[in-house]
């Protein structure tokens, strides 16, 4: 059978007003990802080999956004906001050549799965058209499923339901699949409801009147929550969070407090891993086996080798790449810095736009001066080399390999291979004056 051709139009021109947010609504993030990113995932999931995107007029970042996630992606501009089926009629360049499935999202769903557009899709084999529906504990605003028999006869919205209709709790999710030969009768959509809007869920009465099949597929109600205002963003987040927790462990990490960790929607975390309470895992972190990342570590766009051990109380910014078995410990802040295998900082460091060489061991408080406040430089840090504490390391330096840096120094010439270099004034003692000093304060202090 020849393959199937599959559009996906993702309506995002909601104003979200009651995000109250110069952000639009579909660029809030979930995950660290935009509600709009998760969207356009599942449909690519899904199979879609073509999407349109709608966005509302002067929606830039939008645009921009989608030109960063979807490059595949068509984006068409909804100027006036005449309702869900005006929204899909917005799109009307993308329907030919006429695709035999199309699939409508909601921008505003970031927790649909692959697996359910995927399952909508194969329905249309029996189907012409099928809705997501799902059964809510509170059916509030959502549009409500009238079935006869299987056959799924009208979506009428609570604004235009009778009381009856009303009692109804299988609603509709917003997400539906039809084959393309259905594309025309959009037009035919008008606006006389109680909203005075174009709606898309209309379709399903005209599919009904030219006799076509229409079926519903039934939901988990987690999955396709719709985020209107913060509160549902804060809830949308804490359903992603407890799936991401629940596969980090089925694939074999440990979480110490589950409930306390956070993923992004891109964190990917090996077997045998080891995650202690309260650590967030920002975008970009991959971490290898048997890596353990203990309590309040705070890990961005970092990359951890296999057994390495991080925190307690780390911070790993973008750029961070930390080696096989190497250590990082308290208040120790990386960024664009690799730490070859084994090399250690364990305490109160900050390490940036350097390279650490494999064992070589940064004491407390060494710092890497890398910004003149103007530009960045390099630190490199030779393997086996000892930065003794409190070193203050002026980029750009090269400290070689096995090199000592006396405890306290500030280095702002390179040190060769091998080398001791001791950066410090040099001590003077005077002997019996610290104990005639303070004789002399205290006198001062009665007021002698
Ligand atoms: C819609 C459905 C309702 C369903 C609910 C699920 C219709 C008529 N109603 O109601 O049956 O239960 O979703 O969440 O479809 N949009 C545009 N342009 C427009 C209007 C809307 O792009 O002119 C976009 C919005 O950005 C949003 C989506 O379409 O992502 C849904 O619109 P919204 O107004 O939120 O519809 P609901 O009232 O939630
Ligand atoms: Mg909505």
Do not use: W
């Amino acid at each position: 059978m020849a393959r199937r051709s599959f559009l996906a139009i993702i309506l995002a021109a909601g104003e979200g007003t009651r995000m109250r947010s110069a952000t639009p609504k579909v660029m809030h993030k979930v995950a660290g990802d935009p509600m709009l990113g998760h969207v356009i995932r599942a449909a690519r999931g899904a199979g879609a080999d073509r999407m349109a995107v709608v966005v509302g007029p002067g929606a830039g970042a939008v645009e921009a956004f989608v030109g960063r996630a979807a490059p595949e992606a068509s984006v068409h501009v909804q100027a006036e906001r005449l309702g869900t089926a005006h929204a899909v009629l917005a799109a009307k360049k993308a329907f030919a050549p006429e695709p035999d499935d199309v699939i409508v999202l909601y921008g505003d769903s970031p927790l649909m799965t692959a697996e359910t557009l995927k399952a909508l899709r194969r329905m249309l084999t029996k189907a012409d058209l099928v809705v997501l529906g799902f059964t809510p504990a509170d059916p509030a605003g959502y549009g409500r499923l009238l079935m006869d028999g299987r056959q799924l006869t009208a979506i009428r919205e609570v604004k235009d339901a009778t009381p009856e209709e009303r009692a109804v709790r299988l609603c509709n999710a917003g997400v539906m699949a039809f084959r393309g030969s259905l594309l025309p009768m959009l037009r035919k959509i008008g606006n006389t409801n109680a909203k005075g809007e174009y709606y898309l869920t209309d379709l399903v009465e005209l599919a009904n009147r030219a006799s076509k099949t229409v079926a519903v597929l039934e939901a988990d109600p987690d999955e396709v929550a719709g985020v209107n205002d913060r509160a549902e963003l804060a809830a949308a987040e804490a359903s992603f969070q407890r799936g991401a927790r629940a596969k980090a462990m089925a694939d074999g990490a440990t979480l110490i407090a589950p409930e306390t960790v956070f993923f992004s929607f891109d964190t990917r975390i090996g077997r045998d891993v080891t995650v202690e309470p309260n650590v967030f895992f920002g975008t970009g972190v991959t971490i290898a086996d048997g890596v353990t990342v203990k309590g309040f570590s705070h890990l961005e766009g970092a990359t951890i080798g296999a057994n390495a051990i991080v925190g307690p109380f780390s911070r790993l910014r973008p750029g961070a790449a930390i080696g096989e078995g190497a250590h990082v410990g308290n208040f120790v802040e990386i960024k664009n810095a690799g730490l070859d295998a084994g090399a250690k900082a364990n305490h109160l460091a900050y390490i940036g736009d350097a390279h650490v060489g494999a064992g070589a061991n940064i004491g407390a408080g060494v710092i890497t001066c890398n910004y003149d406040g103007v530009f960045k430089h390099h630190t490199e840090i030779g393997a086996g080399a000892f930065i003794g504490t409190n070193s203050a390391l002026i980029a750009p330096v090269t400290i070689g390999d096995g090199a000592y840096v006396g405890t306290g120094s500030v280095i702002s010439q390179d040190v060769p291979a091998g080398d001791l270099a001791i950066a410090r004034a040099r001590q003077v003692n005077k002997p019996g004056y610290g104990a005639k000093l303070m004789a002399a304060k205290r006198a001062m202090k009665k007021g002698g």
